[in-house]
């Protein structure tokens, strides 16, 4: 199975700061098709998970341009350009290039 | 917009069964794969079980094989998971789960599994 290693665990960033998580893979997450499956997720405090970003760097519909997405092969990161208060949660990368899908295990994002 | 309900989750005791069901609307069910996840308390997310669009592939997480069942009835926009033999570490929440990339989740519905 693949393993999808996120750090850190726990980021406290002040409000209006950047912030940076990294997602590395134990295998290469290229698809024959080119395709990179990799995504985030954002979990806030008490809700489901949402989907920020898919194919490694597309934002979804309605996600604030401050979070971006980037990498390939094996090493991805999650960046927001200045973090808001309603950014607090916990964020996951997740691959679906090979069975089984696997997640990340999570980053806690937190204020200062 | 796309909306997931799942329900039927509960309190069981070790050995038992529950199914779970998921109603979806705001997208055409039958063209998409679905997926089950579920998060233990205090825990990461995992991968459960997918099933193709026209419910004729599913794929299992080891660890529930031969336990769980995923199906689906396009006509009635349901998602199923059945659940036998349940164990105290099958205790979680429960989530319905748009495609293979996580595109939409549900509110999910809890899982308790003891004695």
């Known amino acids: 199975d693949v393993v999808l290693t996120q750090s850190p665990l726990s980021l406290p960033v002040t409000l209006g700061q950047p912030a940076s998580i990294s997602c590395r893979s134990s295998q290469s997450l290229l698809y024959s098709d080119g395709n990179t499956f990799l995504h985030w997720l954002q979990q806030r405090p008490g809700q489901s998970p949402r989907r920020l970003i898919y194919g490694v760097s597309n934002r979804d519909s309605g996600v604030p341009d401050r979070f971006s997405g980037s990498g390939s092969g094996t090493n991805f990161t999650l960046k927001i350009s200045r973090v808001e208060a309603e950014d607090v949660g916990v964020y996951y990368c997740m691959q679906g290039t090979r069975w089984p899908l696997t997640f990340g295990g999570g980053t806690k994002v937190e204020i200062k | 917009e796309v909306q997931l309900a799942e329900s039927g989750g509960g309190l069981v005791q070790p050995g038992g069964s529950l199914r779970l069901s998921c109603a979806a609307s705001g997208f055409t069910f039958s063209a998409f794969w679905m997926t089950w996840v579920r998060q233990a308390p205090g825990k990461g997310l995992e991968w459960l079980a997918n099933i193709k669009e026209d419910g004729s592939d599913t794929y299992y997480v080891d660890s529930v094989k031969g336990r769980f069942t995923i199906s689906r009835d396009n006509a009635k926009k349901s998602l199923y998971l059945q659940m036998n033999s349940l164990r105290v570490e099958d205790t979680a929440v429960y989530y319905c789960?748009?495609?293979?990339?996580?595109?939409?989740w549900g509110q999910g519905t809890q899982v308790t599994v003891s004695s």
């Open positions: 789960v748009k495609g293979n990339w996580g595109d939409y």
